[in-house]
Protein backbone atom coordinates (compact mmCIF):
# COMPACT_ATOMS: atom_id res chain seq x y z
CA UNK A 1 0.00 0.00 0.00
CA UNK A 2 2.86 2.14 0.70
CA UNK A 3 3.25 2.58 -3.32
CA UNK A 4 -0.66 4.54 -3.31
CA UNK A 5 0.60 6.86 -1.16
CA UNK A 6 3.98 7.96 -2.62
CA UNK A 7 2.30 7.83 -6.16
CA UNK A 8 -0.65 9.91 -4.63
CA UNK A 9 2.06 12.41 -2.82
CA UNK A 10 3.92 12.54 -5.87
CA UNK A 11 1.30 13.28 -8.50
CA UNK A 12 0.24 15.71 -5.50
CA UNK A 13 3.05 17.18 -5.26
CA UNK A 14 3.22 17.95 -9.12
CA UNK A 15 -0.20 19.58 -8.70
CA UNK A 16 1.30 22.02 -6.76
CA UNK A 17 4.06 23.09 -8.88
CA UNK A 18 2.07 23.77 -11.69
CA UNK A 19 -0.58 25.46 -10.11
CA UNK A 20 2.16 27.91 -8.53
CA UNK A 21 3.47 28.37 -11.39
CA UNK A 22 0.15 28.64 -13.16
CA UNK A 23 -1.35 31.26 -10.75
CA UNK A 24 2.01 33.32 -10.77
CA UNK A 25 1.87 33.74 -14.65
CA UNK A 26 -1.49 34.36 -14.48
CA UNK A 27 -1.27 36.53 -11.57
CA UNK A 28 1.04 38.48 -13.69
CA UNK A 29 -1.17 38.79 -16.49
CA UNK A 30 -4.03 39.89 -14.47
CA UNK A 31 -1.90 42.78 -13.05
CA UNK A 32 -1.00 44.13 -16.80
CA UNK A 33 -4.34 43.11 -18.56
CA UNK A 34 -6.84 43.44 -16.04
CA UNK A 35 -8.91 40.64 -17.48
CA UNK A 36 -12.24 39.15 -15.90
CA UNK A 37 -11.32 36.24 -17.72
CA UNK A 38 -7.56 36.28 -16.36
CA UNK A 39 -8.89 36.76 -13.03
CA UNK A 40 -11.40 33.89 -12.68
CA UNK A 41 -7.98 31.69 -13.99
CA UNK A 42 -5.67 33.11 -11.32
CA UNK A 43 -8.40 32.47 -8.78
CA UNK A 44 -9.08 28.98 -9.50
CA UNK A 45 -5.75 28.65 -9.40
CA UNK A 46 -4.89 29.81 -5.95
CA UNK A 47 -8.09 27.96 -4.71
CA UNK A 48 -6.58 24.63 -5.87
CA UNK A 49 -3.37 25.04 -5.16
CA UNK A 50 -4.46 25.50 -1.58
CA UNK A 51 -6.47 22.54 -1.86
CA UNK A 52 -3.17 20.23 -3.13
CA UNK A 53 -1.15 21.39 -0.82
CA UNK A 54 -3.05 21.04 2.26
CA UNK A 55 -3.69 17.34 1.10
CA UNK A 56 0.50 17.21 0.50
CA UNK A 57 0.57 18.65 3.86
CA UNK A 58 -2.04 15.84 5.46
CA UNK A 59 -0.21 13.00 3.32
CA UNK A 60 3.26 13.87 4.33
CA UNK A 61 3.32 16.01 7.42
CA UNK A 62 0.64 15.78 9.67
CA UNK A 63 1.75 14.10 13.00
CA UNK A 64 -1.43 12.06 13.23
CA UNK A 65 -3.01 11.68 9.57
CA UNK A 66 0.27 11.03 7.83
CA UNK A 67 0.57 7.31 10.07
CA UNK A 68 -3.13 7.11 9.65
CA UNK A 69 -2.89 7.27 5.83
CA UNK A 70 -0.03 5.07 5.63
CA UNK A 71 -1.42 2.70 7.88
CA UNK A 72 -5.40 2.39 8.38
CA UNK A 73 -6.84 3.51 4.76
CA UNK A 74 -7.27 0.54 2.66
CA UNK A 75 -6.00 0.31 -1.18
CA UNK A 76 -8.72 0.21 -2.59
CA UNK A 77 -9.52 3.71 -1.33
CA UNK A 78 -6.07 5.31 -2.20
CA UNK A 79 -6.13 3.50 -5.88
CA UNK A 80 -9.20 6.52 -5.96
CA UNK A 81 -7.69 9.02 -4.53
CA UNK A 82 -4.86 8.13 -6.73
CA UNK A 83 -6.34 8.00 -9.91
CA UNK A 84 -7.85 11.63 -8.98
CA UNK A 85 -4.55 12.97 -8.55
CA UNK A 86 -3.20 11.44 -11.36
CA UNK A 87 -6.22 12.78 -13.67
CA UNK A 88 -5.58 15.86 -11.90
CA UNK A 89 -2.32 16.30 -13.29
CA UNK A 90 -2.74 16.00 -16.91
CA UNK A 91 -5.38 17.92 -17.03
CA UNK A 92 -3.29 20.85 -15.31
CA UNK A 93 -0.99 19.87 -17.64
CA UNK A 94 -2.42 20.15 -20.26
CA UNK A 95 -3.73 23.56 -19.12
CA UNK A 96 -0.10 24.77 -18.23
CA UNK A 97 0.86 23.56 -21.99
CA UNK A 98 -1.94 25.88 -23.58
CA UNK A 99 -1.29 28.65 -21.65
CA UNK A 100 2.50 28.53 -22.33
CA UNK A 101 1.56 27.85 -25.70
Known amino acids: MNLWVDVARLATAVNVLIL ?3 AILWGR ?3 A ?5 VLGL ?3 ATFLLAENAA ?3 YYQ ?3 TLSVWFRTAVPAVAW ?3 LALHV ?3 VGLTFLAWVTWD
Not at 33 to 37: A, P, T, V, W, Y
Request: hydrophobic share 55%; aromatic share 16%; proline share 4%.
Open 20 to 22: ASL
Open 29 to 31: NYA
Open 33 to 37: MRSKH
Open 42 to 44: FVF
Open 55 to 57: ALY
Open 61 to 63: LDP
Open 79 to 81: QAM
Open 87 to 89: LEA
